[in-house]
């Protein structure tokens, strides 16, 4: 199949491809949509046994990037870096310098920042050769580390979602969370103050350890974590925690998370739906990382210093929008995901209707 008849390149506005030969840099920058400003997403380097399986990864996170900026009610639309390598060993400053060179050519239409395999040490060096680097530290502007936003915003749309499912707050309510990484430990910790019973799991035994000491939570192994006792099940490790072997397993009366595609399949978002599990849609609930990252853009295109004020308004707006979705989705009796894609799609193409009327 053609790349322009793939069905991941569908609605993509431009695929770049960068080589440089002393840095042995190999990269993809997929714009998926810039209707509603700069096309924004991380930059993951992993080592992809192929560039067809590098270019299709790109597409298929430039498009979830613009779905969740559109969410996110962010004027950024979508776009992703993908760097083909071995992030533990083909790191340099050479690497990342050629990589700023690439972001640089597209001009402005796609700001880049860290995601897996990629640090903001690392983007510091590509930050010499482009200004559309957000996601760094130690200046006036930087955004700092979006784990905690991400876990706050993840954090109140579980207790939206628990006042809708089980009509209750997060007191007593027994949480089950599946990696307790960056993202993970922070939201033990905030649900563990506001009264929640933890269940916690993670393929890493010390920061389980930690999590779980600081928490008081009870700790299963990582394939146990599926038959926990408890009203919520919170993925915070990899993509693929909801499919179809897990899901009949699964107790919880609602899935909210900070994990990208939580669902393994559409299908499979059908029948949470059909069994009357709440699914907060993963790319709504986990966008307060990157309203963070947005707010770093807006101080750097308007030479001011990060506004956390304006941080929290966003994000506050975001579990409104998650509200709006389970609102929707009970009305229209359709599955959450279903609903959520309607809206982002209609955000990107009422958007783009409108620069086209200018
Ligand atoms: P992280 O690497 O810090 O944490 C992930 C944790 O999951 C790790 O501790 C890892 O050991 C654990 N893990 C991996 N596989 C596991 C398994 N099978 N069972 C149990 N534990 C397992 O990453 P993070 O930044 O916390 O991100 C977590 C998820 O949230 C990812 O899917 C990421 O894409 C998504 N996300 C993160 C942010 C952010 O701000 N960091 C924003 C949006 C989405």
Known sequence: MSL???????????????????SGLKTIIAVHSTARGPAAGGCRMWPYASADLALDDALRLSRAMSYKNAM?????????????????????????????????????KYWTAEDVGVSPADLTHARRHTRYVAGLEGHAAASGDPSPVTAEGVFRGIELCVKRALNRDLSGV?????????????????????????????????????VAQRTGAKVVSPGAIFDAPAEVFAPCALGGAVNS???????????????????????????????????????????GGIINVAGEIRALDAGEAF??????????????????VLDRSRQENRPTHEVANEIARARITGAAEKKAAA
């Open 72 to 108: 996110a009610d962010l004027e950024l639309g979508g776009g992703k870096a993908v760097i083909i390598g071995d992030s533990r060993t083909q790191k340099t400053p050479a690497l990342f310098e050629a990589f700023g060179r690439a972001v640089d050519a597209v001009c402005g």
């Open 174 to 210: 027994t949480v089950a969370i599946q990696g307790v990484g960056h993202v993970g430990g922070f939201l033990a910790d905030k649900l563990h103050a506001a009264g929640a019973k933890l269940i916690l799991t993670d393929v890493n035994e010390e920061v389980l350890r930690q």
């Open 245 to 287: 072997e897990t899901l009949v397993r699964l107790q919880a009366r609602v899935i909210a998370g900070g994990a990208n595609n939580q669902l393994a399949d559409a299908e499979v978002g059908r029948e949470v739906f059909r069994r009357g599990v709440l699914y907060a849609p993963d790319y709504v609930i986990n966008g």
């Open 307 to 324: 506004d956390p004020a304006w941080v929290e308004t966003k994000l506050s707006r975001l579990i409104e929008t998650l509200g709006e």
């Open 4 to 22: 322009f008849d793939s069905p991941a390149f569908e609605g993509h506005e431009a695929v770049h491809a960068f080589t440089d030969e002393k």
